[in-house]
């Protein structure tokens, strides 16, 4: 009996501690089962307590390693819960286990057999709602006054959207200038009306070409982060253009010092937020943090909280009666701007032209957030030669978003606690 229950407690403790139980773990829990035994506790009381003290251990209960260099069944238990939000499977322990996880052939081998498998979803869902702020989907509903053609559809499809997308240049290691210059949509029904596509039916999500004017195409513009980026009635270039600086750019914007009033918009639409930030930023230490990221928003302007294209601002209408629409159209959007770096663009295919011109920094802000989701440790500077050298090696690839998980996992700073 007592060889079959160290192979028991041996098998389950490695699945639950990620890692093979030593020799006396494996010898204490047989001894304790058998102990239970001699106090006449029944078979399945005995090996229920075993268990039990197994799922309370701090083994299970938590992830530790030591400052280093990963040992293979460390870097199982990084690459497992990177990809999988899960504990490594028996054939990634057993590779950890002959100790050939740590040869960079195999774990490239093993992080596609991860990306390949469909629980990465729950790679491609989560980084997502972290990276791109896609948790906040459900924080606000679009004003029904000023939207009225806003629904719970639009809103999972939104979501739909931006999964599919990634989930689409992952597997096919499409180039991150996609993110913002694609010339494609993962669209349905319900998001083709809101992106002016035709012959596009049924609710499933699917590639479709974009027409070579289109506005729309990217995480830069999709319903999805648009909505997470405004509020239900309001869009602000401010907030926008941190989140373009910051998720896609992966540039940290600090926060406000706690002296300066916020900008509160107009919201009879009598003055333009553009007029309002300029009087804001007339002090100097606003007008240089605003220069950073003001002008991304202000391209972004040209589409409101649920995505739609506009040239004018929704406003409520101030005449009354049945059968008149409850909103109408306000100021003009002005969408021009001028980058950080100084050059000047025009609206969203000037932003777009601008953006997709720099693929390594794209690259290098994607890997950024990559490397705070994998590792559970904000990136910092220190980390910032390491980034360099990822986004250096995917050059080969033109960027591709597969290329840059593979060069994050390969990192030193990856493999190392």
Request: glycine share 8%; hydrophobic share 35%.
């Amino acid at each position: 009996m007592e060889s079959v229950l160290r192979k028991s407690f041996a098998r389950i403790g490695a699945r639950l501690y990620r890692r093979d139980l030593a020799k006396w773990e494996v010898e204490r829990h047989v001894k304790n089962f058998m102990d239970s035994l001699y106090r006449r506790e029944t078979l399945q009381k005995a090996y229920i307590n075993e268990v039990t003290m197994l799922l309370t251990s701090p083994d299970f209960l938590s992830i530790s390693a030591k400052p280093g260099p990963l040992d293979g069944f460390g870097l199982a238990t990084r690459l497992s819960y990177f990809l999988w939000n899960s504990t490594p499977d028996a054939e990634l322990l057993e590779t950890a286990r002959s100790g050939m996880l740590t040869d960079p052939k195999v774990l490239q081998e093993q992080t596609d057999r991860l990306l390949n498998d469909p629980k990465s979803d729950r790679f491609v869902e989560d980084f997502l709602d972290q990276w791109l702020g896609l948790w906040g989907i459900e924080n606000t509903t679009p004003d029904k006054d000023l939207y009225p053609e806003y629904d719970d559809e639009l809103k999972i499809s939104s979501a739909m959207e931006t999964q599919e997308a990634f989930r689409h240049m992952l597997d096919k290691n499409i180039s991150v200038k996609d993110f913002v210059a694609p010339g494609w949509v993962m669209a349905n029904s319900r998001l083709a009306k809101v992106y002016g596509l035709e012959g596009v039916e049924g609710f499933g999500i699917r590639r479709v070409k974009l027409p070579a004017d289109s506005p729309y195409g990217g995480f830069l513009t999709q319903a999805a982060t648009m909505k997470v980026t405004a509020n239900g009635t309001l869009t602000s270039p401010v907030k926008r253009g941190v989140w373009v600086s910051d998720r896609l750019l992966g540039i940290p914007i600090p926060a406000p010092p706690a002296n300066i009033s916020a900008v509160d918009p107009d919201t009879r639409g009598a003055q333009t937020l553009r007029e309002q930030l300029a009087l804001h930023s007339q002090e100097g230490s606003c007008q240089a943090c605003h220069a950073r990221f003001d002008p991304y928003g202000f391209a972004l302007e040209s589409f409101d909280v649920m995505g739609n294209f506009r040239t004018n601002y929704r406003v409520a209408n101030p005449k009354k009666g049945k059968g008149i629409p409850k909103w109408t159209e306000g100021l003009a959007v002005d969408c021009s701007g001028v980058a950080p770096n100084g050059d000047e663009f025009e609206g969203i295919h000037g932003l777009r032209k601008l953006l997709a011109g720099d693929p390594a920094q794209l690259a290098r802000g994607v890997v950024r957030h990559l490397l705070t989701y994998s590792t559970g440790e904000p990136a910092s500077p220190i980390d910032q030669p390491a980034i360099d050298a990822i986004t250096k090696t995917a050059a080969k690839d033109n960027y591709g978003l597969r290329s840059l998980v593979h060069g994050l996992v390969q990192s030193e700073v990856f493999r190392h606690k």
